[in-house]
């Protein structure tokens, strides 16, 4: 069964810092990776997809990799700034979810605070 | 705009009270699914529907129901709640489920006495 691990669980950084979120999955049979941004008490905003024949993704500050031969993807935010606190989310759908399950496999996310 | 909505945002409610969480999309999508968020364990499917008429069981189904009669709906049904089911719950949808971006609602928190 796919699992998603996510690194580091919190991170605390100055405003202006360059940083990058990781994310760790088991079974590398997926159809794509997708990073979310959840702000306390709000829904998942999708920030990221990138399809398993992709290697990287880009909006504006934000840059995400992915690997999937070694189950990893990485998200970069350039110049950081006090509204990107919130946390993020990795999730891949697999083509096996295994136990008639089908969807995304979430990562328990990192919660990003970043300091004015 | 291109929306996934839900409602009710917030219910308080009692042990075995039938209630009903409704979303609806309004981008033609075929697939929607139900997830339930909880500290340390993160999110889990409960249901998912690839299409209308047709719905299967995610990770963690039991105590839910779920419905799919046109595409645009799905309902999510608890028959009799217990406290175990006070969560946050998101709906999301996508175009086809596989290789598509997922959009989420904007979650219901259920609080079960």
């Known amino acids: 069964k796919q699992e998603v691990t996510q690194i580091p669980a919190a991170l605390s950084v100055p405003e202006g810092e360059n940083l990058v979120l990781n994310c760790s999955f088991t079974d590398s049979a997926i159809y794509n990776l997708q990073w979310f941004r959840q702000d306390p008490g709000k829904g998942l905003t999708s920030l990221l997809l990138?399809?398993?024949?992709?290697r990287e993704q880009t909006s504006g500050r934000l840059n995400a990799s992915l690997d999937k031969s070694s189950g990893r993807s990485t998200l970069y935010i350039a110049a950081s700034q006090p509204g990107d606190s919130a946390t993020y989310l990795c999730?891949?759908?697999?083509?096996?979810?295994?136990?008639?399950?089908?969807?995304?496999?979430f990562g328990k996310g990192t919660h990003l605070i970043i300091q004015p | 705009e291109a929306q996934v909505t839900q409602n009710p945002r917030y219910l308080i409610t009692v042990t075995g009270k039938k209630l009903t969480v409704t979303c609806s999309q309004n981008m033609n999508h075929e697939y929607m699914s139900w997830y339930r968020q909880d500290p340390g364990l993160g999110l889990r499917q409960i249901y998912y529907s690839m299409n209308v008429e047709v719905t299967d069981k995610g990770d963690v189904p039991e105590g839910y129901k779920v419905s799919r009669k046109e595409k645009r709906n799905f309902p999510l049904i608890l028959e009799s709640p217990s406290p175990n089911q006070t969560s946050l719950y998101f709906c999301?949808?996508?175009?086809?489920?596989?290789?598509?971006?997922?959009?989420f609602g904007p979650g219901t928190r259920l609080t079960v006495l």
């Open positions: 999730a891949v759908d697999s083509q096996y979810s295994g136990g008639g399950a089908d969807g995304l496999t």
């Open positions: 990138i399809q398993s024949s992709q």
């Open positions: 999301a949808s996508s175009l086809e489920g596989y290789y598509n971006e997922q959009f």
